[in-house]
T-cell receptor, first 115, second 114 residues
Framework: EAQVTQNPRYLITVTGKKLTVTCSQN?????MSWYRQDPGLGLRQIYY?????VTDKGDVPEGYKVSRKEKRNFPLILESPSPNQTSLYFC????WGQGEHGELFFGEGSRLTVL | GESVGLHLPTLSVQEGDNSIINCAYS??????FIWYKQESGKGPQFIID?????DKRQGQRVTVLLNKTVKHLSLQIAATQPGDSAVYFC?????????????FGTGTRLQVTL
């Protein structure tokens, strides 16, 4: 089954404790992206990747890191989480090439709470 | 389920009626638009898309209308069913020179009453 898989789905952590949210897609998509979703603000892009070893900042990259060492994986790293990073996070992928348009395939979401 | 929007505008329709969900987009240069559906506890799912050289596109029970003059997008759902209850997002896409960037609206909650 074609899917985007995120882990963990739920996490409660404390300020400053490094964490990683993993994302994996099995559709051989080149494009992957991370979003956070907050009430009243919709989905905001954190980082995206056009291909392996190619990543770029989205609209709200502060406090986050990403890496794209393999095509299928795009982990989101919070080096020192803070309470304002409490949010619902979505990973997405797409077969887009550069300059192309198309739908994004989303994971099921990861609910992160930072105390 | 996950709370995706505590302050969302809500549209309440009776089962069997048609629903119209509206969206105002921000960039007149956007050339591609998508509607997504998000059910409680799940990620957004693609419903239908439309390119800027069109003003109407139909799918199964759904129609998207695009009015570029006033930067307005609408999603029409025919014969609304309880399974249509969800949050609906529009998104506009713009090619920035390096990538196509999707910008999402804040969403509308559709409640289907029996």
């Amino acid at each position: 089954e074609a899917q985007v898989t995120q882990n963990p789905r739920y996490l409660i952590t404390v300020t400053g404790k490094k964490l990683t949210v993993t994302c994996s897609q099995n559709m051989n998509h080149e494009y992957m992206s991370w979003y956070r979703q907050d009430p009243g603000l919709g989905l905001r892009q954190i980082y995206y990747s056009m291909n392996v070893e190619v990543t770029d900042k989205g609209d709200v990259p502060e406090g986050y890191k990403v890496s794209r060492k393999e095509k299928r994986n795009f982990p989101l790293i919070l080096e020192s989480p803070s309470p304002n990073q409490t949010s619902l996070y979505f990973c997405a992928s797409s077969p887009w090439g550069q300059g192309e348009h198309g739908e994004l395939f989303f994971g099921e979401g990861s609910r992160l709470t930072v105390l | 389920g996950e709370s995706v929007g505590l302050h969302l505008p809500t549209l309440s329709v009776q089962e069997g009626d048609n629903s119209i969900i509206n969206c105002a987009y921000s960039n007149s240069a956007s050339d591609y638009f998508i509607w997504y559906k998000q059910e409680s506890g799940k990620g957004p799912q693609f419903i239908i898309d439309i390119r800027s050289n069109m003003d109407k596109r139909q799918g199964q029970r759904v129609t998207v209308l695009l009015n570029k003059t006033v930067k307005h997008l609408s999603l029409q759902i025919a014969a609304t069913q309880p399974g249509d209850s969800a949050v609906y997002f529009c998104a506009e896409s713009l090619y920035t020179g390096t990538a196509s960037k999707l910008t999402f609206g804040t969403g509308t909650r559709l409640q289907v009453t029996l």
